[in-house]
């Protein structure tokens, strides 16, 4: 028997089988619904008693949808899978401008109407990064806008997000010079979110079906069906490559077949035809060539090969029926009805019925199936159309030869597993011994299962498919066709040990989101790893300045990470308006805003790690940047009135440090940052918590150190006023000893203004003295127990803060004391400097235990420095008069 005439011949005339598959498989989930486009879709069947190979084909469009067509335009490795096999010759010149609407639906109008968008990012030194760089809101936005229930809605936006960068990018690439390193980037910007893209339509796929299948066969064999799926999917992909690209092929828009060899064999039927003479087969049916052993005519021959590649193409994209029409237009009607064969048979007659129904199928789909395989294993016909019948019968080993990508390769296995569970399925429940055909052994008995396929992969001896196997997103698809979540979990920790740096954004955008919908939708994703994701893509966000989107992943985190990743983030936002806009978007994203502000402080607080150092030690440099880091910082916590409270204790932390580095400028800085009213809110806040109690014990003491603060910067500040004023005294005018009279009248009322001169500044000086006296008193003689002296012990222990102001007292008040005395013995009150050993004696206040040895033999020495000025007025050592 002729194997091409009993292809498209049997399917007509083979007696009912009887066959038994449920239809309830159909319920499938509408998406961008798919049409069913595989022979090997075979589940979706209602199956009569007399059915006998075949039932209705499955339409498996309901399940996946092809999506916008995605124009491609650079050969990047796996890129254009599937249509590696349309022509042998070189693609630069296969992507010429002519030739590329064979492949693609590259819309030339939508190109021109878009031509300022292009001609902007033309100019950008990687424009493939800049024309995407709204995915990372975009991806952000949509997560938003759906709920639980939307899940697999989201999904599929994130589908068509993707699918509008990659036509976007398709477009610059196609108005590029070719060569430029930049559009390199930019076509591996375009191959990531293609295969970003498809993973999102694998998702939509396998877990849509997995909450909705509830069908009788499913649960009795989910493989089956998942399987189909990944085929679908896989074709899907082959769909979107290829465009509609048989509408363009003119040359083939012929009725007749063969017309070369046709035209040749008239003509030498005539006595005048002196053409060549070589031999050529005599008759034209279809197995002519082989029966024969004849060749056809070299025109005919060529065009032949190139028409198997397209048709082969067309079934790896699912696209049978189009197959068929190119086949009736090429003249090639009988092949067409060999890709017919494969549809199960289906009477809906027998049951009876009012009306007569049409029958569906092939009643010899058995014989037929026989005669694709044999003429699969035929070596005498060219390989596309051995794959092709190897791909309709379940021939693995004829049809990887033609699959050269990863995408191919993965589509050859996942059908002919189909292919043959439901042939297994066939004849073990609706076919008696006597109606099976014999199809070879390994082909109906292989044990298939989703891990077998992928081990398979791993042993290629084809290096292109080994290499993209080891690609991001085929790894990221293998595991999820597996549903794998845990080893997906594991393949993501290997990455981001690796070097999570050379990650590509897009990529840990996918990842990311990723994690969120595995959690939407109640899968167990490994906790370490996913924080890793988080952490990883949210400190990309932040050095790609993507402000407004942190707050929201870093919500996504653990609290207490949550909390120190968004105050790291806090810590380089400087702008007053920015630090607003970034508490708001905490705030909405439901993070802890007053936790995170009191954590960004004590960052930038604890950066200087130095210990206290002595005056005598500590030379005044200023405010340094890092001291005004110190400073701004304090505006985090005066945002909100509630925190009032906490901007006191961290303001009162970064003081003591200044303080004790003689920063008295810094220290006046961040005084002022506390509002003037901020005593008053801590109260009023705690009133309103409606609580008649004390305020807390830390609260007071953080008051009372505010005000100890505020009397010790008073005094400093009013002692260098005096210092000031009292070096600023007017000077007396001199008079030459042998001056002219005009230079006498001059002197005379220079003296006259210098004395009314000194009188101001004289009364000024005492005004200022008084001032200085008093706010020193109130520092050396604070109240209720001394200054840096908490008055409630009931606080919780913080010993570091304890032993900064015992630090601060003996730093500090030493040094008051000795101001004070050079303002009292520059302004000749003696007797006041000696009272001042008084105060430092004094047990009530106990001063002297603060003083250094060494303070004390200096605050002694210039005690006797203005006795000795009280002995010369002629006063006693202590500035009484001397009884006589």
Known sequence: MDLRWSLGHSFLTCPPVLASLDDSLGNGISRGQIVPRTPGSLLRQSFTPQTRCSTKQLDMSTILGTGGKSPQFTHTPGFFGHLSMLDDSNWTAALTPQHTGMYTNLDLSSVAEDVTMSAVLLREDDPGEAATMSMYSEFLHSFLKHTSTTVFELVEEYENTCNNQVNILGKIVYRATPGQQKFSKTASVLWLLKQEMVTWRLLSSLYRYEKTAVDILFQKDSLVRQSQLVVDWLESIAKDEIGDFSDNIE??????????????????????????????????????????????????????????????????????????????????????????????????????????????????????????????????????????????????????????????????????????????????????????????REYLETNWTLEKVFEELQATDKKRVLEENQEHYHVIQKFIILGDVDGLMDEFNKWLYKDRSVLPGHLLRFMTHLILFFRTVGLQTKEEVSVEILKTYIQRLVSEKHTDLIAFYVSHLPQELAVAQYAVFLEDVTETEQRHHCLELAKEAGLDVATITKTVVENIRKKDTGEFTHHDLALDTGTTEEDRLKIDVIDWLVFDPAQRAEALKQSNAIMRKFLASKKHEAAKDVFVKIPQDSIAEIYNQWEEQGMDSPLPAEDDNAIREHLCVRAYLEAHETFNEWFKHMNAAPQKPTLLLQASLIEEVTHEHKEKKYEMDYGIWKGLLDAVTADVKEKMYNVLLFVDGGWMVDVREDAEDDPERTHQMILLRKLCLPMICFLLHTVLHSTRQYQECLRLADVVASERHKLYVVFSKEELRKLLQKLRESSLMLLDQGLDPLGYEIQS
């Open 251 to 440: 040359f083939y828009a012929k009725s007749v077949y063969w017309e070369n060899t046709l035209h040749i064999l008239k003509q030498r039927q005539f006595s005048t035809y002196i053409g060549s003479t070589r031999p050529l087969v005599t008759e034209l049916d279809p197995d002519a060539p082989i029966r024969q052993k004849m060749p056809l005519d070299d025109l005919d021959r060529e065009d032949d090969a190139r028409l198997l590649k397209y048709l082969f193409t067309l079934i790896r994209a699912g696209m049978t029926d189009e197959a068929q029409r190119l086949c009736k237009r090429c003249g090639q009607a009988w092949r067409a009805a060999t890709l017919e064969g494969w549809k199960l048979y289906h009477d809906p007659n027998v049951n009876g019925g009012t009306e007569l129904e049409p029958v569906e199928g092939n009643p010899y789909r058995c014989i037929w199936k026989i005669s694709c395989w044999r003429m699969a294993e035929d070596e005498q016909f060219n390989r596309y159309e051995r794959a092709i019948y190897a791909a309709l019968s379940g021939n693995l080993k004829q049809l990887l030869p033609v699959c050269d990508t990863w995408e191919d390769t993965v589509w050859a296995y996942f059908r002919v597993m189909v292919d043959s569970l439901v042939e297994q399925e066939i004849r073990t429940s609706v076919m008696t011994t006597e109606e099976l055909e014999e199809l070879p």
